[in-house]
């Protein structure tokens, strides 16, 4: 999508989608399980969301922060002994936001395969300047069909938050007009 049909004039540059891209890995310990002995899941998200901030900060070209966290899917556990891999790329681009996509992977300490999806989400992030207000980011330049597939899904995305949201504010408006207090 160019920037005229968002409604904007962006003097900004755009960027391909691998500028930005990035691979965090990290080992879990003891430290990161949970009761079940397994990796608690607020750590992956932890890292989701350091390997998404670090893209958008790369892409936007300073400060990004989370704005929203949608579809974190657990797919298997992850294990004391691992290495875990989380790939983030933005998929889109709107005037100051983006939608950053991030795989996480493991790789099995004690076997020999590769690794193997455990996870994946989708976050989106606001560009801010150094008072915190927002700031416009580049457009994002689709490089592969993949790279095309993620950035139009994420257009789904972003109609569907979007809608939710008016549909919560148009409920809120109307209990309100109805007399109910919450």
Do not use: C
Not at 27 to 33: E, K, L, S, V
Not at 43 to 68: C, E, F, N, W, Y
Not at 150 to 173: D, F, G, K, S, T
């Amino acid at each position: 999508m160019t920037d005229q049909a968002r409604g904007t004039e962006s003097e900004i540059p755009g960027k391909p989608t691998s500028a930005s891209r990035t691979t965090l890995s990290h080992i879990m310990t003891h430290n990161d399980t949970n009761l079940l002995g397994t990796v608690h899941g607020g750590v992956i998200m932890k890292l989701v969301d350091d390997a998404a901030g670090a893209v958008a900060g790369r892409h936007s070209g300073g400060p990004a922060v989370t704005a929203s966290m949608d579809e974190m899917v657990f797919l298997e556990p992850v294990r004391v002994g691992d290495l875990v891999h989380v790939k983030a790329q933005v998929n889109w681009t709107g005037r100051t936001s983006m939608e950053v996509g991030v795989r996480v992977l493991a790789e099995r300490w004690n076997e020999s395969t590769p690794a193997q999806q455990v996870g994946s989400a989708y976050l989106v992030f606001a560009a801010v300047d150094a008072d915190g207000k927002p700031r416009s980011v580049p457009p994002v330049l689709p490089e592969s069909e993949r790279d095309k597939r993620r950035y139009q899904e994420a257009q789904i995305r972003r109609q569907h938050r979007l809608a939710r949201r008016r549909a919560i504010m148009e409920l809120r408006q109307q209990r309100a007009a109805d007399g109910i207090e919450d």
